[in-house]
């Protein structure tokens, strides 16, 4: 088998350019900013880092490619483009918030490992291979374990960090596990040839054995329940920097290869773009294997996320059981699995994932001023600082899902997708109706949020927030991200769904 | 089951469980090497050459080495006083009972048992390395990347912070 590194290169030179952006930043701190003022690295490296993020976005932009190298190690289509674009914008993101922070001394090895774990997330939305989905995942997972540790001063991000590694190499080794499973059942590691060898076979108990493991390490990883045990401690004890990233950036990416995997892997003799015709049996049969899975997930997710939610005091893990809750909703998503659920599907977790970035940035900066993040710290914050409290506002109503902001539409177009694909008998509708009940519940906490900013008093002796300039600015972009997206979610949608069609998904 | 794989399989099982239950933490690292080393006869009683002698040399050789360096120069190799069993050890026992019976059960009722086994293939390390370097070039590739953040993490993780720590 001949293979042209140089096509190679040229197809992963998106991630090329970042990985040797995560090599300057250390080579830059290295040698010639290490003397200077925390802050002053912080803004020469991050500034690295975001300038090899855009020129990745740039070059994807500029270089539009269509190719499937290496028998799906490695797909370029639209639709991956369009995604690893989106994640690349959340890692600019979350660059430009964890500027303002002190947690570390190490700062080039801190934005570096931000980047090593961007690098995982598009090699992991590009694979259609589960050699390369395993790897790329647990480069992804690897770097992030290691963020979750790095404020090394504070005895929680230590815990939040080794709950978070233990959890997650028991998840990773269940995963393999399944992996290896359907390899074996199969004798092939790319999805399409994965389910066109599995068509014919009918549902063999070792393939539900397999299908329950790979739920369980993807369940893990977008922190759904059973699965979400680490969720509330990680996002708790990680800097907040490394927990905004944990929540956005991972979850797209997961949930992308997720319904990847269930859709192409699972579904019946679909390959390389080629439709099964929906209606046969095998198909059937598959579907019937795991959706229920995840539809017990998905309930369990929502009901466990929302109640406990309410009782929360801090506001990380509250942001951590409603992120609980949002995976259910997404994970109807997953199950609608037509063209038009991934299109919905990418637009809830992006849109999401960017917010939630936003309500992290706002904790990072109360918290550094207040050095905790319990509720009653945001007391009265609309009159210390006015506008980083007007984008808390709009990210909570966000979440929330209210109009016209951008997490009222994600939730729009997933039940809709949900809707339209079980319309012979409505087979999701309970679903759906559980999950816009949740949502109404979902609406306390995060109003109790913003009832502590703009209603309660202010304590006593409290002054203005300075809040560096920097810090407003891009909390300010995020929410205006919200809301255009929010009143244009064409914007996305349309892309998406003209990517979809394109990649053939 | 032929002979071999029996004595190789309640070898590697015995080795694991020492390995989990032992109280000194230095015949711990030295029941692993030996649950290692029991992961390369079943290799290797599979025909799966390359791989037996890798792991070998990697995990029995290099990773059992490093363990028991790590264990010297970190602990000294004190024993705890209290039993190293948790609490709800009877808990775990029955959800691994439960697992195993599920898989056990999963794996005779399916029709791969059925299927023979494929032809033997001779692969010689000229066609792995082919391999690698072909079809199997871009995990190569993010393997390395791996295997950097893993470095940078670990002497991030273990450094001493000096001074600042409050």
């Known amino acids: 088998m001949n293979v042209s590194y140089l096509e190679l290169l040229k197809l992963a030179a998106p991630e090329t350019i970042v990985v040797l952006t995560a090599l300057a930043a250390l080579v830059v701190d290295l040698t010639s900013t290490r003397d200077l003022e925390a802050r002053f690295r912080f803004i020469i490296n991050g500034m690295i880092a975001c300038a090899g993020c855009v020129a990745a976005i740039v070059w994807m932009l500029v270089m539009p490619a269509h190719a499937n190298a290496l028998e799906g190690m490695f797909v370029v289509d639209p639709l991956t483009q369009v995604v690893k674009i989106a994640l690349l914008g959340l890692t600019l993101f979350t660059v430009l918030i964890s500027m303002d922070s002190t947690f570390t001394e190490h700062i080039g090895e801190y934005l570096a490992l931000i980047l090593l774990a961007a690098v995982g997330m598009m090699f992991l939305v590009s694979a259609e291979d589960i050699l390369m989905i395993f790897i790329s995942l647990e480069l992804t997972s690897l770097s992030l374990y290691i963020l979750a540790a790095f404020n090394k001063r504070d005895v929680n991000s230590a815990e939040a960090a080794l709950k978070y590694f233990l959890f997650g190499g028991m998840a990773a080794a269940f995963t393999l596990f399944g992996l290896s499973l359907l390899y074996g059942l199969s004798g092939a590691t790319n999805l399409g040839q994965i389910a066109a060898a599995l068509e014919d076979k009918g549902l063999d108990p070792l393939l539900i054995v397999a299908m329950v493991m790979i739920v369980l390490g993807f369940g893990f990883k977008v922190a759904a329940v059973p699965f979400h045990l680490w969720a509330p401690d990680a996002y708790q004890g990680a800097p907040t920097p490394s927990a905004a990233f944990i929540a956005s950036g991972s979850k797209v990416a997961s949930f992308f290869i997720f319904a990847k995997v269930m859709m192409i892997g699972f579904t019946g003799g679909e390959t390389n773009g080629v439709h099964e015709i929906a209606g046969s049996a095998a198909w059937q049969q598959f579907v019937s294997g795991w959706t229920p899975v995840v539809a017990v997930v998905a309930v369990l997710s929502m009901l466990l996320g929302n109640l406990v939610a309410i009782v929360q005091s801090s506001v990380k893990r509250l942001i951590a059981y409603s992120a ?182 | 089951m032929t002979l071999p794989f029996a004595i190789i399989a309640i070898l590697t099982i015995a080795a694991a469980v020492a390995a989990m239950s032992l109280r000194n933490l230095v015949h711990c690292a030295l029941a692993l090497t030996l649950a290692f080393a029991g992961l390369a006869a079943a290799f290797l009683n599979l025909d799966a050459q390359f791989v037996g002698f890798a792991q070998i040399l990697v995990y029995v050789g290099a990773v059992a080495i490093l363990i028991v360096f790590a264990i010297l120069l970190t602990r000294g190799g004190e024993t705890p006083e209290k039993s190293v069993f948790s609490a709800s050890w009877a808990w775990g026992l029955a959800v691994a009972v439960v697992v195993f019976a599920t898989l056990a059960w999963a794996i005779t009722k399916s029709a791969v048992v059925e299927r023979r086994p494929a032809e033997q293939v001779e692969a010689s390390v000229r066609q792995i390395g082919d391999a690698l370097m072909t079809r199997f070039v871009l995990p190569l590739e993010v393997i390395g990347l791996l295997l950097t953040a893993a470095l940078m993490g670990a002497v991030i993780i273990a450094m001493r912070e000096e001074g600042k720590s409050k």
């Open chain 1, 324 to 505: 609980i809750a949002h995976a259910g909703y997404m994970l109807i998503g997953v199950m609608a699995h037509s063209g038009e659920a991934v299109a919905s599907l990418v637009y809830y977790a992006v849109t999401y994932g960017l917010t939630t970035i936003g309500a992290f940035g706002v904790v990072a900066v109360v918290e550094a001023r207040s050095k905790d993040d319990q509720l009653a710290s945001f007391a009265g914050l609309s009159r210390r600082a006015p506008v980083v409290s007007l984008c808390m506002m709009i990210f909570m109503l966000s979440l929330a899902g209210i109009p016209p902001l951008a997490g009222f539409f994600g939730k729009f177009y997933v039940f809709a997708a949900a809707l339209k694909t079980g319309a012979p008998n409505l087979g999701l509708l309970w679903l759906v109706i559980l999950a816009i009940a949740m949502s109404a519940v979902s609406f306390y906490y995060y109003l109790q949020v913003l009832k502590q900013i703009y209603v309660a008093d202010m304590p006593a002796g409290a002054e203005e927030l300075r809040v560096p300039v920097l810090g407003q600015v891009v909390l300010g972009l995020i929410a205006v991200g919200v809301i255009l997206l929010g009143c244009a979610p064409n914007l996305l949608v349309g892309v998406l769904q003209a990517s979809i069609k394109a990649a053939g998904l």
